[in-house]
C-alpha cells in the first residue's frame, strides 16, 4: 500500500515536470513566426531555356549561372537547363514564359524590340563601337531605361548578357552596299533589321535560330549576319562562302523570369539568385569576346570560309547607305533614350548627324 502511494507521488511529479517543460508556453507569450523560413525545406525547380548550344556564350552563361544559384542556396534552389530549343523555340519561348511552362529566358534584343520598342536602340546599325560602349551604356542610365521599358505584368528583367558583335555571311563577298542589292538575308524577327537590309537595297525574312542552317542548305535565303561563335558553333561556315568581319550591330540576350514565380520566391532566394546573375553577367562580358576572337581565329586557320576584314573606309560607306534607319526609328524609340545613347559617343555620333541619319 505505502508503494502503491509513493507510485502515485512519483507519477504526479513527472506529469507536472511535462507540463512545465513541454506545455509551459504561457498564453501572454506569442509563439514568434518567421515567414522567411516559410517552405524553405523544399526545393524550388526553375526551368530555362534557351536556343543555342552549351558551348556558346550564352549556353556557357546559363550553365554558369546555375551552377552559383545551387551554390549560394546550398541547392535549395535548382536552374534546370534546357539548351538548343528543346523546349522552345525562340518565336514561341516568351509566351511559354508569360504563361508559366518556363521560367527563365534569354532571348535577344532584336527578339523583344517589337514589344519594348526602347530595346530598338541596340539594334541600331553601328550604334556601339564595341564591347566597353555597351557596358558603360547598361551599367548607367541608359541600362536602367531600357530595364523599365519591360513592362509586361508577368516579365521581369535581370540582366543583359553579350554575345558579341554580328558579322555578315553570304556565298559572295560583301564588300561594299552594292553587293546586298537583290539578295535575300535572314534575320531575327525586328522592324530595324528589316529596315537596315532594305537600306541596302537587300530583301529579309526572320525564321527562327535553329532553323537557319537550313535555309541556308536550301538555299530559302542567300546570306545572314550573326557572331563570330554563333557562326562557328552552328557550323553555318558549310553553308556559306564568304564572311565580312564588319561588327555593324551589337548582339546580346535579356534575361527574364517569370514574374509570379519571382514573387513566390524567399527573400533570401532572391537575393542569392540576384547575386548569381551578376556574376554572370560580369563573366560573360569577358568571356564572350574571347570567345569570338577564338571563333576568328580558328576560322582563318583552318581556312573554312573566306573571311574580309572591313576597312575604314568600307565601313563609313555602310554607315552612309544606313544612316536613315536612325531618322526613321527615333521617335518610335523615344528622346530620352537616344539622348543617353549619344553622351557615350558624341564624335562617333557626329558623322550620322552630318549624313542625315540622326539629328
Known sequence: MKSLGWLIVFLLAGLAISIAVGFGFSAKEPVHYDAEQEGLDKKVIIRFSHVVAENTPKGLAVSRFAQLVREKTDGMVEIRVYPNATLFDDEKEFQALQTGKVEMIAPATSKLSSRYPAWMIMDLPYAFKNESEVK????????????????????????????????MTANRPLIDPEDFKQMKFRIMASTILQAQFRALGAKAESYSFNDLYRQLQFKNVEGEENTLSNIYSKRLYQVQRHMTVSNHGYLGYIVLINKTTWDKLSPKQRAAI???????????????????????????????????M????????????????????????????????????ADERALQKRSGGYE
Open 136 to 167: 558603360e551604356a547598361m551599367d548607367g542610365r541608359l541600362g536602367q531605361l531600357l530595364f523599365k521599358a519591360i513592362n509586361d505584368e508577368n516579365i521581369k528583367g535581370l540582366a543583359l548578357w553579350d554575345n558579341g558583335f554580328k558579322q
Open 274 to 308: 540576384e547575386s548569381a546573375m551578376a556574376e554572370t553577367t560580369a563573366w560573360i562580358r569577358q568571356y564572350a569576346k574571347k570567345m569570338n576572337d577564338r571563333a576568328l581565329a580558328e576560322m582563318k586557320a583552318k581556312n573554312l570560309i573566306h573571311i574580309h
Open 310 to 345: 572591313q576597312t575604314n573606309k568600307e565601313k563609313e560607306a555602310w554607315k552612309k547607305r544606313l544612316a536613315p534607319v536612325y531618322y526613321q526609328f527615333k521617335d518610335t524609340i523615344g528622346t530620352q533614350v537616344l539622348e543617353e545613347w549619344k553622351k557615350l559617343g
